[in-house]
């Protein structure tokens, strides 16, 4: 059974800035582990649920934005045991290995020492990790170089938009997905550029029409407002069911998907 942890439900600079929520990134365990935007807190929250960083197979980063890698380095030096054993696999936006404009890179040398893979992953890319075929999806974002992470597991198809505009192209490769996670920064009506509101987010999640729509990558305006509310909005204008994503929240999926609250 493929199960989710969110290490983090925070995103944005001043949600990030004073850890209003985490923002240690997705945990996603499917025969293969991989932890995806490991953000700061990433290690913190692992502790805090019982997840050893060296068991971790892969580190996944959607671009080069602080809330999603700067727990990368820390998380790569537990995959190769403290630096002791070549090993683990980083699949990362250009931005993060090569640097792009203003945005990176974010991987020292030594870092990419000690892995045994690093691939570069770019819209409409895909690899494999262990048997596991992840897909680069597109994004609209400030950092333009950001993918976004489809994953083909044996429970259906999970799709990490991360941070973008409302984008018809965005939405049309989410397509077939079981669960989508939305990064939902804005409330409703306090749209800003590259970024998705709630209404924006309700168009996106009309396009794909998921089996369950998550939200997270919360910011400190969306929190004030309520993110239940926003849930319940999307969830009604719809018909998807939706969920306002919680800290140390994990999903498990089979025949149904399973939500629990706290906890793994
Ligand atoms: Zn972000
Ligand atoms: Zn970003």
């Known amino acids: 059974m493929t199960k989710l942890v ?9 949600s990030t800035i004073y850890q209003i929520r ?8 499917d025969g293969v582990n991989m932890h995806i935007d490991p953000g700061p807190s990433a290690a913190h929250q692992m502790h805090c649920v019982d997840l050893d960083p060296a068991k971790t197979d892969a580190v996944l980063v959607s671009h080069c934005h602080p809330d ?7 998380m790569i030096e537990g995959m190769s045991r403290g630096g002791l054993k070549k090993r683990g696999t980083l699949l990362a936006s250009r931005s993060v290995l090569e640097g792009s404009q203003l945005h990176g890179p974010a991987i ?19 690899t494999e990790i262990d048997g596991v075929k992840v897909r ?13 992470f489809s994953i083909e597991t044996r429970d259906g198809l999970v799709s990490y938009v991360s941070d973008t505009e409302l984008d018809e192209r965005v939405a049309r490769e989410q397509e077939g997905s079981r669960l989508l996670i939305l990064p939902l ?18 168009e996106f999640v009309k396009a794909v029409k998921p089996e369950m729509a998550i939200l997270t990558h919360f910011g400190a305006k969306l929190i004030h407002a309520g993110a239940e509310k926003q849930a ?9 069911r939706t969920v306002a994503a919680h800290d140390l929240m994990s999903v498990q999926l089979g025949k149904v998907i399973r939500i629990h609250r706290s906890g793994s």
């Open 6 to 14: 969110f290490l983090g439900t925070g995103g944005g600079r001043f």
């Open 22 to 29: 985490a923002t240690g990134g997705l945990y996603l365990m």
């Open 68 to 74: 999603h890698y700067t727990d990368a380095e820390v």
């Open 108 to 126: 020292s040398n030594y870092h990419r020492s000690l892995l045994d893979r690093i691939e570069m992953a770019s819209p409409g890319g895909s």
């Open 136 to 148: 680069f999806t597109s994004t609209r974002h400030s950092d333009p170089t950001g993918v976004g």
């Open 185 to 202: 920064t804005r409330p409703w009506g306090a749209r800003i550029p590259n970024h998705l509101c709630t209404e924006d987010a309700l």
């Open 232 to 240: 319940s909005m999307i969830e009604k204008g719809t018909g998807v």
